[in-house]
C-alpha cells in the first residue's frame, strides 16, 4: 500500500511517500519520498508562529512540494500509484490544519482514494519507532515496542505522558497545565531577545556556558517537580526568566551581557531537563513502563537526550527517539501512522482544539 501523508499543523509544510506491507505479522515500510518545507524565518519576526500566515503559506506551497514529491517518486501527478491519503486532521492551529485537510479532500476526489485522519501526536509517537527517515526505498521492518510503552511527547504546543498500552491504545497521564515545554523556550528566547524557534537557540548558548563554565546568577524553580502528580507548568518559569531579565545589570545601551545571556539558557535548560526527567521516572515506576519514547520538536535537544538514555539505561529498557531530522514536525510519520490504521473505536488520544474532517 503507497500513502501518501500530509501535515501542516503549525509552520511546516510536509508531504511523504511511504509503502509499506505485512507479512507474517511483520509489519515492513519503505520511504519513497519526503519533504519538509520549514515556514520559521517567515514566523521569526512575531516570536511565534502566526495562524493566518501559516495558512496562506500552506496553501501556497502544497501543490508545488506535492509536484516535486512526485517527481521525486517517478510518478505521474494526473493518476499516481497512491492507495490512501493521510492528513494530520489535529490538534495544531486550525487554519493551518484545514489547508492540509482540504488539499487532502481534493486529491482524494480527483485520484479516487480514501482519506485517513491522523492524530499528529500519534504521529510522533510512531515517528519514533521508524528504523532509519532516509528516503532511499529500503525495506524496514518497525522497531519491536515492549509493551506498556510511555511516550513522552514534547513540542511547540504539547507536553504529555502518554501510556501505551500498544500502538492506538493510549491514555494521556499527565499533561502541562499551561504552556508546552517547547512553548516556553520559544518565549524565554524571545524575552532575550534571541530569535524565532527559540529551542535551537538556547540549545546552542546552554551548550557554550557550560563549554566556557558560564554558570547563572539566578537559579530558576523547577516547576512541580515534587507535585505527586504526572502534570506540568512551564508558564511560573517563564515568568521567572522575565523577573531575572528585569533584575540583571544592563549595559549603558540597555542590553543584557552575553555571560547574562548564556548562563540562564543554560539554568533554563537544566531547570526543564530536571523537571522532564523527574516526572519520567515517576510514570516509568507507576506504570511499570517496559519502553520509552520520545516525540515533538523538543526531543532535538541534545542535553535531554543524553539523559533519556541514562533513565533508559538505569531502569533496562529500551529508548525510541526520533532522528534528529524528524523529531520535528514532518509527514512521514503521519503517512506512517495512517497506514497503521489505528483510527478504532478505542482510540483515546483524539485530536481537540480542530473540527473533526467531513464537519
Ligand atoms: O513538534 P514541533 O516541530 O512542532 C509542534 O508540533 O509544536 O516542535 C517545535 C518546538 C518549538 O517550540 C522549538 O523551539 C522546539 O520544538 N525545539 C527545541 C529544539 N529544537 C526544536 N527545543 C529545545 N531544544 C531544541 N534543540
Ligand atoms: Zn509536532
Redesign the pocket.
Given at each position: 500500500m503507497v500513502i501518501l501523508g500530509i501535515e501542516t499543523?503549525?509552520d511546516?509544510t510536509a508531504l511523504a511517500l511511504i509503502e509499506t506491507r505485512e507479512e507474517n505479522g511483520v509489519f515492513e515500510c519503505r520511504v519513497i519520498a519526503s519533504l519538509i518545507h520549514s515556514q520559521a524565518e517567515l514566523h521569526s519576526p512575531y516570536g511565534g508562529v502566526f495562524p493566518m500566515l501559516a495558512k496562506r503559506e500552506h496553501e501556497k506551497n502544497l501543490p508545488i512540494i506535492l509536484e516535486k514529491l512526485l517527481v521525486e517518486a517517478h510518478l505521474s501527478s494526473d493518476k499516481p500509484t497512491i492507495n490512501a491519503i493521510a492528513v494530520t486532521e489535529g490538534p495544531?492551529l486550525e487554519p493551518a490544519l484545514w489547508t492540509g485537510i482540504v488539499f487532502a479532500q481534493e486529491l482524494s476526489k480527483k485520484w479516487n482514494v480514501p482519506v485517513l485522519p491522523v492524530n499528529?501526536m500519534e504521529g510522533?509517537i510512531v515517528g519514533s519507532l521508524l528504523t532509519s527517515d532516509v528516503a532511499d526505498g529500503t525495506w524496514q521492518p518497525l522497531k519491536t515496542l515492549p509493551t506498556p510503552s510511555l511516550a513522552l511527547l514534547i513540542?511547540?504546543?504539547?507536553t504529555e505522558l502518554v501510556s501505551i498500552e500498544k500502538i492506538g491504545l493510549y491514555k494521556i497521564i499527565g499533561r502541562t497545565k499551561d504552556d508546552?515545554v517547547?512553548?516556553a523556550?520559544?518565549k524565554v528566547a524571545r524575552l532575550l531577545g534571541l530569535p524565532y524557534?527559540?529551542?535551537?537557540q538556547?540549545?546552542m548558548l546552554a551548550h557554550e556556558a557550560r563549554e566556557k563554565n558560564i554558570v547563572s546568577l539566578v537559579t530558576l524553580p523547577r516547576p512541580m517537580i515534587s507535585s505527586k502528580d504526572l502534570d506540568f507548568s512551564f508558564s511560573g518559569l517563564k515568568t521567572a526568566v522575565l523577573y531575572a531579565i528585569r533584575g540583571a545589570e544592563k549595559t549603558p545601551d540597555g542590553k543584557l551581557s552575553e555571560n547574562f545571556i548564556s548562563g540562564l539558557c543554560r539554568e533554563f535548560e537544566d531547570a526543564v531537563t530536571e523537571t522532564l526527567t523527574t516526572k519520567l521516572r515517576v510514570a516509568i515506576e507507576d506504570t511499570g513502563a517496559q519502553s520509552i519514547i520520545i516525540g515533538?520538536?523538543?526531543a532535538?535537544?541534545?542535553t535531554?537526550r543524553d539523559q533519556f538514555e541514562i533513565i533508559a539505561s538505569e531502569y533496562g529498557i529500551p529508548l525510541f527517539m526520533p532522528s534528529k531530522h524528524i523529531?520535528?514536525?514532518n509527514a512521514l510519520m503521519i503517512a506512517l501512522a495512517g497506514a497503521l490504521d489505528t483510527s478504532k473505536p478505542s482510540r483515546t488520544l483524539k485530536a481537540h482544539g480542530t473540527k473533526k474532517l467531513g464537519e
Open positions: 499543523s503549525c511546516e495544531g499528529h510522533h513540542s511547540g504546543g504539547h508546552a517547547g512553548e523556550f520559544d524557534p527559540g529551542g535551537p538556547i540549545s515533538g520538536g523538543v532535538a535537544n541534545i535531554l523529531s520535528g514536525d
